[in-house]
């Protein structure tokens, strides 16, 4: 291992983030107000950049009584222990939130329990908290950044204040972190290699260097090893390998919480499969899927849970305890004709919640025929019906005691059908440990000297998970990482730079809209609403009619969200109005297209 002295740099910043989600944009924002100079790395290119903040529920975990919130997250965690200057640290953060909220992003918070009203586009919750038989559960509640979730608000908001912070904070994107540089001669961190159009950049940090990598979400090999299941769907980024635990490892750390996942689903822990590295479908209140003559099947073709189980994050009722479903590889939706009729309808009158549904079902003429395609035994599958059909006619599911009015009898006149379900990860919670100052230890407990973390690497959940917990904890630590940090004494080993890479801020530089030709009567225009940041449209204008609406730029979410895209700009042309209906589970994305248009008829003449 080469020392600082030997080492040709290309840069030198005070503090380096490694990842630019909710965590990573936090921490550079805050070491950045201590005065550092930043550079913030993300694997993300342009636009995606946000790691699962950008795609969570945008609810951040709070509290009203911190006695009551010690109670609560005591019984989450058992029978596990966690660290209690940590965990006291954590959660006297979730008292402070609203004051955080009006103090750091200038937002009065929305504060569900106070605030809500029917007509938010909220659903309606009748516990905040996912453990309401735990005491003290009654004082969790949720603050927002307004009275709407699952449209990137509080992405927006993080993503804001480190672009008003560019002076001090570099941003690249598109930019994999590979390698820790740690100091043979004191186990200082004292910079990291950064792969960069092909190219690997030696960058110094002379405070520190913050962790805030994510998970393992895309990783089959660490779920393999890590979860024992041989591979995960993510719901959210596309972007988090890993990186932040190899990183770490390779320099010492201790890792904690390594098994612990958390999920969603169309039913528990399972969306519907998709190809590779194509992000899975959280569909919530999708009853078809869940209702009537349909039930999920594994591997050997039988009932493996309780189809319309009301899950906590995935995890299901299941002997006195709530556990993730197994993650079988083989699993599939079956249903009969009377239900592919109900999907049929759902589509015909424009509320089919997963727009390829019909591409990816599977039809056969008999069970028999049906096993065979999805290859499992037809003799247990044959069985499995006749039971599901015996539990409908007698009211009661003597195997998984589903809802005796969501049960009907396949009726096997008909054609019968199948779709494949995929196991799915939300987030996972393990990586390096740190202590109640965001300080990363080492495998002997002590804290490795200028490596800090937050964030989904290395989260304090030890056992069950409470929504918005996550998010809380990018924002706690997130902060006492940045500001740490910053506040380390600068290292002073004399350096070399050679090659120097020149001050680079992608986040900037995407927003850039001077190279876009205009004809006649075109004009530009944007909004920062959408799901994944900015859409950038060029609208023909003339004579007070919508001629043409081209989406120039945008990084919504796949899925629904470009169906969105494809869809308003035509109906705003053929109805000459931006005033057209929101695609059914794209109202953000809609929105976020109506303001775009408007803006750029308003620079008509």
């Not at 940590?86 to 504060?111: A, H, N, R, S, W």
């Not at 069970?367 to 599958?381: G, R, T």
Request: some cysteine; aromatic content about 10%.
């Amino acid at each position: 291992m080469k020392s600082n002295e030997e080492i040709k740099w290309n840069g030198n910043y005070d503090v380096i983030v490694l990842g630019f989600g909710g965590a990573g944009g936090t921490a550079a924002r805050f070491a950045a107000d201590q005065g550092a100079s930043v550079l913030l790395v993300d694997a993300a290119p342009y636009g995606h950049e946000g790691g699962n903040t950008r795609y969570s529920a945008q609810h951040v975990a709070m509290a009203h009584d911190r006695q009551k919130i010690g109670d609560y997250y005591d019984q989450l965690a058992k029978p596990f222990k966690v660290d209690k200057e940590t965990m006291q640290v954590y959660l006297d953060g979730f008292t402070k939130m609203p004051e955080y909220f009006e103090k750091y992003l200038g937002i009065k918070p929305f504060i569900w329990s106070q605030d809500y009203q029917l007509g938010d586009h909220l659903a309606k919750k009748n516990k905040l908290c996912e453990y309401p038989e735990f005491s003290g559960a009654e004082t969790f509640d949720f603050a927002l950044v307004h009275n709407r979730d699952f449209d990137a608000g509080l992405w927006q908001e993080i993503r804001k204040k480190v672009m008003e912070r560019s002076e001090q904070i570099d941003v690249w994107l598109n930019s994999r972190a590979k390698e820790l540089i740690q100091n043979p001669n004191d186990n200082e961190i004292t910079g990291v290699i950064v792969s960069r159009n092909h190219k690997d950049y030696y960058i110094h940090a002379k405070q520190a260097v913050i962790l805030a990598t994510g998970g393992f979400e895309n990783n089959t090999q660490m779920q393999q090893d890590y979860l024992h299941v041989k591979k995960l769907t993510p719901l959210g980024t596309l972007y988090n390998n890993g990186d932040g635990i190899k990183m770490a490892a390779d320099v010492g750390a201790k890792m904690w919480h390594m098994s612990n996942y958390e999920s969603l689903g169309i039913v528990p822990s399972y969306v519907i499969a998709e190809g590779e590295n194509e992000r899975g479908r959280q569909i919530s209140g999708w009853q078809n899927v869940k209702s009537g003559s349909i039930f999920a099947v594994a591997n050997d073709g039988s009932r493996f849970m309780r189809e319309d189980a009301k899950y906590r994050h995935g995890h299901i009722y299941e002997h006195g305890e709530y556990l993730l479903p197994h993650a079988f590889d083989n699993a599939w939706l079956v249903f009969d004709q009377k239900q592919y009729d109900k999907f049929i309808k759902e589509k015909e009158t424009g509320k089919l919640k997963y727009q390829t549904f019909f591409e990816k079902v599977i039809q056969a003429e008999s069970v028999d025929k049906l096993a065979s395609a999805i290859e499992v035994p037809s003799e247990n599958l044959g069985k499995t019906i006749e039971k599901f059909n015996q539990f409908a006619k007698e009211g009661i599911d003597l195997e998984f005691n589903r809802a005796s009015e969501s049960m009907e009898c396949f009726d096997l006149t008909g054609k019968i059908y199948a779709i494949k379900l995929a196991p799915a990860v939300l987030n996972t919670q393990g990586g390096p440990e740190h202590n109640q100052k965001a300080q990363v230890l080492g495998i002997d407990g002590q804290p490795i000297k200028r490596l800090y973390s937050a964030g989904e690497l290395g989260g304090i959940c030890a056992n069950r998970y409470q929504g918005g917990g996550n998010l809380a904890e990018c924002l706690i630590f997130g902060q006492i990482a940045g500001e740490n940090a910053a506040r380390m004494t600068k290292n002073t080993e004399k350096i070399t730079i050679e090659n120097a890479v020149p001050r680079i801020n992608d986040l900037l530089d995407g927003n850039k809209e001077d190279q876009i030709s205009l004809n006649e009567n075109q004009y530009i225009g944007s909004s920062e609403a959408g799901i994944g940041g900015r859409v950038l449209v060029r609208v023909t204008y003339e004579n007070q009619t919508i001629k043409n609406v081209e989406v120039l730029e945008n990084h919504e979410t796949e899925g629904i969200g470009a169906v969105a895209i494809k869809r308003v700009p035509q109906e705003m042309v053929e109805q000459n109005s931006v005033e057209v209906d929101a695609v059914s589970g794209a109202s953000t994305t809609t929105q976020a297209l109506k303001n775009a248009v408007k803006a750029a008829i308003s620079k008509a003449k």
